[in-house]
T-cell receptor, first 112, second 113 residues
């Protein structure tokens, strides 16, 4: 089983749609979780950290389910500019000095 | 502006040649990292350094070397021993250890001639 696994997609959705991505991780001791966004041929940029209680930033909501070992990202009211690859990132070491492991990314295309 | 810079943006390597990729940060971060990204794949850790004059191998260190003589700088050398060097190379830094949020430079795209 991969340490961090994402559905690669691609997800093709119309503007205004709601779309959700899931990501599973294998190490139950993992403590830090992030979603990054990567545009084509660019570097990854932090979208949001994922907290145990769940967190929201505008149209974006992140959830953590420790029992099932997955995190999710929900995007509401999709915009054309949301088209990108979304990377799930997990600290699999379980400490602040653990190793960050990146999923292979989920491709999102938002069309008019 | 604070940030991470990488140069060059594109780099061409001839067979048997060593090339060095530059990474500089002015964020005063202690930790720095090098990743490799291949098409359709996630980032893979090459080397990381949590403090000046110290660094550790990541998952795919063979064929690469690094140095950390200054806090701000973490250059990566792709040696001739790396048989498949064509990839997108990303440098990152973080405030403390690897569990903390990492911030990335714009990347260097390496191509073999």
């Amino acid at each position: 089983r991969k340490e961090v696994e994402q559905d690669p997609g691609p997800f093709n959705v119309p503007e205004g749609a709601t779309v959700a991505f899931n990501c599973t991780y294998s190490n139950s001791a993992s403590q830090s979780f992030f979603w990054y966004r990567q545009d084509c041929r660019k570097e990854p940029k932090l979208l949001m950290s994922v907290y145990s209680s769940g967190n929201e930033d505008g149209r974006f909501t992140a959830q953590l389910n420790r029992a099932s070992q997955y995190i999710s990202l929900l995007i509401r009211d999709s915009k054309l500019s949301d088209s990108a690859t979304y990377l799930c990132v997990v600290n699999v070491g379980g400490t602040s000095y653990g190793k960050l492991t990146f999923g292979q990314g989920t491709i999102l295309t938002v069309h008019p | 502006d604070g940030g991470i810079t990488q140069s060059p943006k594109y780099l061409f390597r001839k067979e048997g040649q060593n090339v060095t990729l530059s990474c500089e940060q002015n964020l005063n971060h202690d930790a720095m990292y090098w990743y490799r990204q291949d098409p359709g794949q996630g980032l893979r850790l090459i080397y990381y350094s949590q403090i000046v004059n110290d660094f550790q191998k990541g998952d795919i260190a063979e064929g690469y070397s690094v140095s950390r003589e200054k806090k701000e700088s973490f250059p990566l050398t792709v040696t001739s021993a790396q048989k498949n060097p064509t990839a997108f190379y990303l440098c990152a830094s973080s405030q403390a250890g690897q569990g903390e949020t990492q911030y990335f430079g714009p990347g260097t795209r390496l191509l073999v001639l």
